[in-house]
C-alpha cells in the first residue's frame, strides 16, 4: 500500500526543511524528502488522537492506491469531512509552524534545482507554491482551518514528485497501454495483436512480455517500500510499451 511522508517528526518539530534529494535521473527523475512533510494522519496523530474520526490513515492510505484522479476527488472530501472537526484542535501557532515548514521545503527545491527540473516535476511544484500562497492568504485572513486544507493540498502536489507517486502514475499508464495491446498485467502471456496501422513487428511480442514482467515487478517493488526501483521498473516497461506501438 502506498504511505509516503505519513508521519511528522514529531508534534511542534516541524520548522526546520527537510533534506531533499533528486533520485532515478537516469530513467524519470523524482524528488525524495528525508524528513517527513505534515499530511492528515499526521495531524490526527498529534492532536486528534481522542476525536471520534475513524481510521484516517487507511481511509487516506487508500487513496494513493486508487488512479490518480479518483484519489484526489477521495482526498478532498476526506480533508473537507475531517478538517471541520479537527482544525479547532491545532493551536494557530502549530498551523503557522506548518505553512513555515512548507515555505522552507519549497525554498529548499527552489536553491537547489531553480528551474532545472523536469516537467514532470515542476508543474506539481508550481501547484504546491500555488497552496502555500492560498495558505498564506487565509493565515492572515484568521481562517486556519482553511490554512490547513492547504497546506495538506500543497503537501499532496509535494508527494506526486516522488518516487512512488510516480511509479504508481507509470504503473497504470502500463496497465492501460497493456489492455489496448490484448491483455493487463494479469492478461495472457501471448504476443501483442497486431499494432493500429495494421502492421506488426516480430520484436513487439518479447516487448509485450517484458513490458508485463517489469510493470509486476514495479508493482512488487512499491509494496515492498522500494520505490526507486519501483519507478525504474515502470518507465522501462513503458518506453517497452511505446516502441510495441500500443501509443
Same mark, same amino acid.
Given at each position: 500500500?502506498?504511505? @509516503?511522508?505519513?508521519?511528522?517528526?514529531?508534534? #511542534?518539530?516541524?520548522?526546520?526543511?527537510?533534506?531533499?534529494? *533528486? %533520485?532515478?535521473?537516469?530513467?524519470?527523475?523524482?524528488?525524495?524528502?528525508?524528513?517527513? @512533510?505534515?499530511t492528515l494522519p499526521a495531524l490526527v496523530?498529534?492532536?486528534? =488522537?481522542?476525536?471520534?474520526?475513524?481510521?484516517?490513515?487507511?481511509?487516506?492510505?487508500?487513496?494513493?492506491?486508487?488512479?490518480?484522479?479518483? #484519489?484526489?476527488?477521495?482526498?478532498s472530501e476526506l480533508y473537507r469531512g475531517?478538517?471541520?472537526?479537527?482544525?479547532?484542535?491545532?493551536?494557530?501557532?502549530?498551523?503557522?509552524? @506548518?505553512?513555515? &515548514?512548507?515555505?522552507?521545503? $519549497?525554498?529548499?527545491?527552489?536553491?537547489?534545482?531553480?528551474?532545472?527540473?523536469?516537467?514532470? *516535476?515542476? &508543474?506539481? %511544484?508550481?501547484?504546491?507554491?500555488?497552496?502555500? +500562497? =492560498?495558505? $498564506?492568504?487565509?493565515?492572515?485572513?484568521?481562517?486556519?482551518?482553511?490554512?490547513?486544507?492547504h497546506i495538506l493540498e500543497a503537501v499532496?502536489?509535494?508527494?506526486?514528485?516522488?518516487?512512488?507517486?510516480?511509479? =504508481?502514475?507509470?504503473?497504470?499508464?502500463?496497465?492501460?497501454?497493456?489492455?489496448? $495491446?490484448?491483455?493487463?498485467?494479469?492478461?495472457?502471456?501471448?504476443?501483442?495483436?497486431?499494432?493500429? +496501422? #495494421? &502492421?506488426?513487428?516480430?520484436?513487439?511480442?518479447?516487448?509485450? &512480455?517484458?513490458? =508485463?514482467? *517489469?510493470?509486476?515487478?514495479?508493482?512488487?517493488?512499491?509494496?515492498?517500500?522500494?520505490?526507486?526501483?519501483?519507478?525504474?521498473?515502470?518507465?522501462?516497461? +513503458?518506453?517497452? @510499451?511505446?516502441?510495441?506501438?500500443?501509443?
Amino acid at each position: 500500500m502506498l504511505i @509516503l511522508l505519513a508521519a511528522v517528526a514529531g508534534c #511542534g518539530d516541524l520548522e526546520t526543511s527537510p533534506p531533499i534529494d *533528486l %533520485v532515478t535521473q537516469e530513467t524519470a527523475p523524482a524528488l525524495h524528502f528525508g524528513t517527513a @512533510l505534515p499530511t492528515l494522519p499526521a495531524l490526527v496523530d498529534c492532536w486528534g =488522537r481522542s476525536l471520534p474520526l475513524g481510521d484516517v490513515g487507511r481511509s487516506w492510505a487508500e487513496t494513493w492506491s486508487a488512479e490518480p484522479e479518483e #484519489g484526489a476527488r477521495a482526498r478532498s472530501e476526506l480533508y473537507r469531512g475531517i478538517l471541520p472537526v479537527l482544525s479547532p484542535e491545532v493551536p494557530p501557532e502549530e498551523v503557522v509552524a @506548518l505553512v513555515r &515548514t512548507l515555505e522552507a521545503t $519549497l525554498a529548499e527545491i527552489d536553491s537547489r534545482f531553480g528551474g532545472g527540473l523536469s516537467t514532470s *516535476l515542476e &508543474t506539481p %511544484v508550481f501547484e504546491a507554491g500555488a497552496a502555500r +500562497n =492560498r495558505a $498564506l492568504r487565509a493565515l492572515d485572513e484568521e481562517r486556519p482551518g482553511e490554512a490547513l486544507l492547504h497546506i495538506l493540498e500543497a503537501v499532496d502536489h509535494l508527494h506526486a514528485t516522488t518516487p512512488a507517486a510516480l511509479a =504508481r502514475a507509470l504503473i497504470d499508464r502500463g496497465e492501460v497501454a497493456l489492455t489496448e $495491446l490484448g491483455g493487463g498485467i494479469g492478461g495472457s502471456a501471448d504476443g501483442p495483436p497486431a499494432r493500429r +496501422n #495494421g &502492421t506488426s513487428d516480430p520484436y513487439d511480442s518479447e516487448r509485450h &512480455t517484458r513490458a =508485463r514482467r *517489469l510493470l509486476i515487478g514495479a508493482a512488487a517493488a512499491l509494496d515492498e517500500g522500494q520505490d526507486a526501483l519501483a519507478l525504474r521498473r515502470a518507465y522501462y516497461a +513503458n518506453r517497452l @510499451l511505446t516502441e510495441a506501438g500500443s501509443w
